[in-house]
């Protein structure tokens, strides 16, 4: 089991995100007000403060939950070793793996901010299946 370090939100794409207190995820959607949210298979990005801790461990200063533009980061997972189609229940809320990094698009304002972006190697991808609030703190199960 993991838990929820932040949930995180941005109005538009390509940028870091600002932590909020809680989120509520809709189904067929994503995180409500963010700018990655829609019909598609990338609704919710998740990343792993484990995967952050390395970019720090580069010397890299001033990383904060969000600056990978990540709406979920986590704790106590490795999200890139979970198989497509898996299910994550969060409080309730039921996200189904899509996708496993992405490509980088090196242009981006988080590649120039940071010097490099985890993204694409570690972050993962999932759509909603069943909405509700998540919040820091939260357990994440993984299902079977």
Excluded at 53 to 70: M, P, R
Excluded at 79 to 107: A, F, W
């Amino acid at each position: 089991m993991g838990k929820v370090i932040a949930i995180n939100i941005s109005e538009e794409k390509g940028v870091p995100k600002k932590t909020i207190e809680q989120g509520e995820f809709v189904e067929g959607f994503g995180l409500k007000g963010d700018a990655h949210g829609g019909s598609w298979h990338r609704q919710v990005s998740l990343l792993g403060q484990e995967s952050i801790d390395k970019i720090k461990a580069l010397g890299v200063e001033g990383l904060c939950w969000g600056k990978f533009a990540e709406n979920i980061t986590t704790e106590g997972i490795e999200l890139y070793s979970l198989p497509v189609g898996t299910r994550l229940d969060i409080n309730g809320v039921i996200m189904e793996v899509t996708q496993i990094g992405k490509e980088c698009h090196k242009g981006c304002a988080i590649y120039h901010q940071v010097g490099d972006c985890v993204m694409p190697r570690e972050g993962i991808f999932a759509k909603v299946i069943k909405g509700g609030i998540v919040k820091a703190g939260d357990e994440i199960k993984v299902l079977a």
